[in-house]
């Protein structure tokens, strides 16, 4: 009886660890739009992860970006699995890749600002024709290429921007008067020291919009996209993870979905995207 019992019992064994193994090893990639320094990111998106894996039994592996056109270029040619991304680089990625919203943050929505020193004499706006105006990169949606495109169309004036990678370079530019103005969003300047925030002030402000989403690439299977999804609104209800979330500008998860960003291809920016090389 043991003698026949045993390839039976090797059999399943065998099974059973197959599928144990074939289960979560693809190394999913996970690209961040870099407004913050890279170990800033990986210190604020790893815990995040690294709890991903832990609910979804996958693998996850964060790739660093030096600039916004760097990480732009990464996923407009689909060399990352997830990207947690712009507004706009949603309706960009979705054009050219095919990537699909997976969750967003559901309690607060994007506001780019236009920030001056404190004790700058500029109160107005249109005081800052033909100024050098700070940037993160020319598609950091509400930073800059919304903002670049309500000045010259709406308030009609003109500026000399200048692009300095991340957004915590854009309010330094400013602090330190090598750019008269400088382009962000409300959340990442409210991220920046009180000792920062209280040297500037904003002078203008775009309308708001959903905000950045983490889309996933069609080729990963609708099945992880949902288990990711899942995971990030689970993470959400336990205390210990929910101050990540808030950490990584994803407070309260909520499912994303192109809808949320379809109107933005209706804006006419086009012409104010800039794609690298």
Same mark, same amino acid.
């Given at each position: 009886?043991?003698?026949?019992?045993?390839?039976?019992?090797?059999?399943?064994?065998? +099974?059973?660890?197959?599928?144990?193994?074939? *289960?979560?090893?693809?190394?999913?990639?996970?690209?961040?739009? $870099?407004?913050?320094?890279?170990?800033?990111?990986?210190?604020?998106?790893?815990?995040?992860?690294?709890? +991903?894996?832990?609910?979804?039994? !996958?693998?996850?592996?964060?790739?660093?970006?030096?600039? @916004? $056109?760097?990480? !732009?270029? %990464?996923?407009?040619?689909?060399?990352?699995?997830?990207?947690?991304?712009?507004?706009?680089?949603?309706?960009?990625? =979705?054009?050219?890749?095919?990537?699909?919203?997976?969750?967003?943050?559901?309690? =607060?929505?994007?506001?780019? /600002?236009?920030?001056?020193? =404190?004790?700058?004499? @500029?109160?107005?706006?249109?005081?800052?024709?033909?100024?050098?105006?700070?940037?993160?990169?020319?598609?950091?949606?509400? %930073?800059?290429?919304?903002?670049?495109?309500?000045?010259?169309?709406?308030?009609?004036?003109?500026?000399? $921007?200048?692009?300095?990678?991340? *957004?915590?370079?854009?309010?330094?530019?400013?602090?330190?008067?090598? %750019?008269?103005?400088?382009?962000?969003?409300?959340?990442?300047?409210?991220?920046?020291?009180?000792?920062?925030?209280?040297?500037?002030?904003?002078?203008?402000?775009?309308?708001?919009?959903?905000? *950045?989403?983490?889309?996933? *690439?069609?080729?990963? $299977? %609708?099945?992880?996209?949902?288990? &990711?999804?899942?995971?990030?609104? =689970?993470?959400?209800?336990?205390?210990?993870?929910?101050?990540?979330?808030?950490? /990584?500008?994803?407070?309260?998860?909520?499912?994303?979905?192109?809808?949320?960003?379809?109107?933005?291809? !209706?804006?006419?920016?086009?012409?104010? &995207?800039? /794609?690298?090389?």
């Amino acid at each position: 009886m043991q003698v026949q019992l045993l390839p039976r019992l090797v059999l399943l064994c065998l +099974l059973a660890f197959l599928a144990l193994t074939a *289960h979560g090893q693809t190394t999913w990639t996970v690209g961040i739009v $870099p407004q913050f320094p890279p170990e800033q990111i990986f210190r604020t998106w790893s815990p995040i992860l690294k709890a +991903l894996s832990r609910l979804t039994n !996958e693998r996850f592996e964060l790739h660093s970006f030096n600039s @916004i $056109p760097e990480f !732009e270029t %990464a996923f407009l040619n689909g060399e990352v699995d997830l990207a947690y991304m712009n507004p706009y680089h949603a309706v960009m990625a =979705r054009e050219v890749a095919g990537y699909i919203p997976i969750v967003r943050d559901g309690k =607060r929505r994007l506001s780019g /600002i236009l920030v001056v020193r =404190r004790d700058s004499p @500029i109160t107005d706006v249109r005081q800052l024709d033909g100024a050098t105006v700070a940037f993160p990169a020319p598609n950091a949606f509400g %930073a800059s290429l919304y903002m670049r495109a309500l000045l010259a169309e709406r308030e009609q004036i003109k500026i000399e $921007p200048t692009y300095v990678k991340t *957004h915590s370079n854009v309010y330094r530019h400013v602090v330190n008067g090598r %750019a008269q103005a400088g382009g962000g969003v409300r959340r990442t300047f409210e991220r920046e020291t009180p000792e920062l925030q209280a040297q500037l002030r904003v002078v203008y402000q775009t309308p708001d919009t959903y905000p *950045h989403p983490l889309a996933a *690439h069609p080729r990963m $299977p %609708a099945n992880v996209r949902a288990e &990711v999804q899942a995971a990030f609104l =689970r993470l959400a209800e336990q205390p210990a993870t929910a101050t990540l979330l808030e950490a /990584i500008q994803i407070a309260e998860p909520v499912v994303a979905s192109h809808e949320d960003y379809a109107e933005l291809a !209706e804006l006419g920016l086009e012409s104010f &995207v800039v /794609i690298a090389d």
